[in-house]
């Protein structure tokens, strides 16, 4: 198994920025061959955001944070980022980071097996 921890969430105005990080951790995170953030809002289904492959970096992004956010890993610290740019109200939600062993399904998060708690991130204008 491995444990996921998210950091960096917060409140900010639209237009702003904010970079949300996961700290992976476990015995077989080693197993694990791609990463995503995905975020819920309330009364909201799960949306995907964006994923990463672990080994070779390729990624893949929801359309509706397409050319705003970026998604990237630190494959020695074992941490995954988001950096979100350009924020809107819309964005508000409770952000999730996981992780799956499979690469071939990247925006279902059925195949994710594991999911850190959450961070908030609040975008007000």
């Known amino acids: 198994q491995v444990t996921l921890v998210e950091s960096g969430g917060g409140s900010v105005l639209a237009g702003g920025s904010l970079r949300l990080s996961c700290a992976a951790s476990?015995?077989?995170?080693?197993?694990?061959?791609?990463m995503g953030w995905f975020r819920q809002a309330p009364g909201k289904e799960r949306e995907f955001v964006a994923a990463?492959?672990?080994?070779?970096?390729?990624?893949n992004y929801g359309e509706a944070v397409k050319d705003r956010f970026s998604i990237s890993r630190d494959n020695v610290k074992n941490i995954l980022y988001l950096q979100m740019n350009s924020l809107k109200p819309g964005d508000t939600a409770v952000y999730f980071c996981?992780?799956?062993?499979?690469?071939?399904?990247?925006?279902?998060?059925?195949?994710?097996?594991?999911w850190g708690q959450g961070t908030q991130v609040t975008v007000s204008s």
């Open positions: 476990g015995p077989t995170f080693y197993a694990y061959e791609m």
């Open positions: 990463i492959t672990w080994k070779d970096g390729t990624t």
């Open positions: 996981a992780a799956t062993r499979i690469t071939h399904v990247y925006d279902d998060p059925a195949w994710y097996g594991q």
